[in-house]
């Protein structure tokens, strides 16, 4: 329990502030899993008060990631000294480095994390009893920085250098080698704020460095919806009906060449963002990098939402907040509020032309229970037509149905529809949602389709999820013998370090789950947010 607890809080510690009503809240924990950043091949160097600052009793137990690579967990035999009040509870306590842009609430850190918190590239360290959940900045490496941690937590003696080496072994052998390839990716969390149901404003935050970008929204229909919703009705109440609806998460790669199967043409179509951001010239700094990269996603973003609320939505839900003055005509597209409508227009259309407003409407009618509006989203994502953003969101929101509608039919339609999206959309970041949305689905047989993409795709932002999803979902030997191999030839093959680890990492779990457990605990099968889900019943 403790372990899901640390790693719910590596997962969600960027996005705290999102809120989510648009898809089910399982979707919501699994849509922030994230995904590396890039890194340079910065040496880390504890500092000389490393010895002073741990105590003699310190056990590391083992290292574990997380699903997000920024962050791993650091397993301890009992609480470190100065956090025993943590001991027999699910509390914990965030600690910020020394250079982090945040400072800390509480009493300052124990002695055994001083040395920690000092190092260049730690950002914080969230410590419960037996578990410390090391998070660090966009340029660190687990290569350098993982031996920087042990050395600073362990205590010297003859055998300090053997423990180590113990812990790390499956570590020392993934190092990047110069010029090997770094992270290949970096995450945005989008939100949207609405009054009375029209939109106001549209918020960016990265994953790197926490960087928070927000854009009014400038399109004149939006503004005169708002003042007509004023006019007509002077009850109407702006500041209390204002909400932030989370929409989920936007990946930047940074992969150079591109998938043999799609043409320049198609690919900067599908993918504008990506397409600007390859062919534009690096920024001095990272921060920078961050900064340009919310400003290319609220740009889309902003064209995203235009598209979604052409004017007769607007005038839908304007007539929405000024009640009493008559029925409303909702019979000319496909709306959340006019669930026939949304099937009947959905069973017309051909999936080219499927807009984000109808998915809205499918996904809405989905939730209320229309099984043909759930089929024909199903449709939509398996054509691999349509403009992206809607087919992004129509995968999101597949991936968390799961569990939301029992022995629905549409149950084998929905697997097939997104695991062809991870074999074979165009887009990496198009593969990693539809990733996503299959981790979400927890459904085992995604097992031989994560092996395939995970030998076959030239992605490395793809290869994590894939990586991830072995680790949460198989278990069996044929699983744990392709693992072997793979992890036996990582480096020669060229996986990145994260990716690597996750190759690793999944070994473990698939052999825990073979040997009936691991340490005496039984290793969870199933994407994160059912293991919080169940560790919480427990």
Request: with cysteine; proline share 5%.
């Amino acid at each position: 329990v403790l372990r899901i607890a640390s790693s719910f809080v590596a997962t969600t510690h960027l996005y705290s502030r999102c809120h989510t009503a648009t898809f089910p809240q399982k979707r919501f924990l699994a849509a922030n899993e994230s995904v590396g950043s890039d890194n340079s091949n910065h040496e880390e160097k504890p500092t000389s008060e490393s010895a002073a600052s741990s105590a003699s009793d310190i056990v590391v137990t083992g290292i574990e990631s997380t699903p997000n690579p920024s962050s791993f967990l650091i397993q301890l035999e009992k609480p470190l000294p100065g956090l025993e009040f943590l001991s027999g509870s699910l509390r914990g306590e965030t600690y910020y480095s020394e250079s982090s842009r945040k400072r800390n609430t509480n009493n300052g850190p124990p002695d055994a994390l001083t040395s920690i918190l000092r190092l260049e590239t730690i950002d914080f360290v969230f410590a419960m009893p037996t578990v410390l959940t090391i998070n660090k900045k966009a340029f660190g490496t687990w290569e350098t920085l993982l031996p920087s941690v042990l050395e600073s937590l362990l205590e010297e003696s003859p055998s300090k250098q053997e423990q180590m080496a113990g812990l790390l072994r499956d570590f020392l052998v993934l190092g990047n080698e110069e010029g090997a390839p770094p992270t290949v990716a970096g995450q945005v969390t989008v939100r949207i704020q609405t009054a009375g149901g029209i939109p106001i404003q549209i918020e960016a935050t990265g994953s790197r460095f926490g960087t928070v970008e927000r854009r009014k929204l400038f399109q004149p229909k939006f503004q005169q919806a708002m003042n007509e919703v004023r006019d007509r009705n002077p009850s109407f109440d702006f500041f209390g009906g204002r909400v932030w609806t989370n929409k989920g998460v936007r990946y930047i790669s940074r992969e150079d060449g591109g998938d043999e199967d799609s043409d320049g043409e198609e690919e900067s179509e599908l993918d504008p963002l990506l397409a600007s951001l390859l062919s534009s010239s690096l920024p001095s700094s990272e921060e920078k990098r961050e900064k340009e990269d919310l400003d290319e996603v609220l740009l889309m973003e902003s064209d995203e939402v235009d598209a979604a609320y052409p004017l007769q939505r607007l005038e839908r839900i304007v007539a929405e907040n000024c009640p009493g003055e008559g029925d409303l005509d909702t019979t000319t597209t496909p709306t959340a509020e006019s669930q026939d409508s949304a099937v009947a227009v959905g069973l017309l259309l051909p999936p080219e032309k499927i807009d984000l407003a109808a998915v809205d409407a499918y996904c809405d009618a989905s939730e209320a229970g229309d099984a043909t509006a759930l089929a024909a989203l199903v449709s939509f994502v398996g054509s691999r037509k349509g403009p992206l953003p809607a087919r992004r969101n129509a995968l999101a929101f597949l991936g968390g149905t799961a569990g939301l509608m029992e022995n629905n039919d549409n149950e084998d339609l929905i697997f097939a529809a997104v695991t062809g999206a991870f074999r074979s959309e165009r887009s990496p970041a198009m593969r990693r949602t539809a990733g996503d949305a299959l981790s979400d689905l927890g459904d085992d047989r995604a097992v031989p389709h994560a092996i395939d993409v995970l030998r076959q795709d030239r992605s490395k932002l793809v290869q994590w999820r894939a990586a991830r999803i072995l680790g949460e979902l198989a278990s069996s030997a044929e699983a744990a013998s392709v693992l072997e191999t793979l992890a036996a030839t990582a480096t020669d093959d060229g996986y990145a370090f994260e990716v690597a680890f996750e190759i690793r990492d999944a070994l473990r779990k698939v052999r825990g789950r073979l040997n009936g457990g691991d340490n005496d605990n039984t290793i969870a099968t199933g994407p994160m947010w059912k293991q919080i889900q169940e560790g919480t019943r427990k």
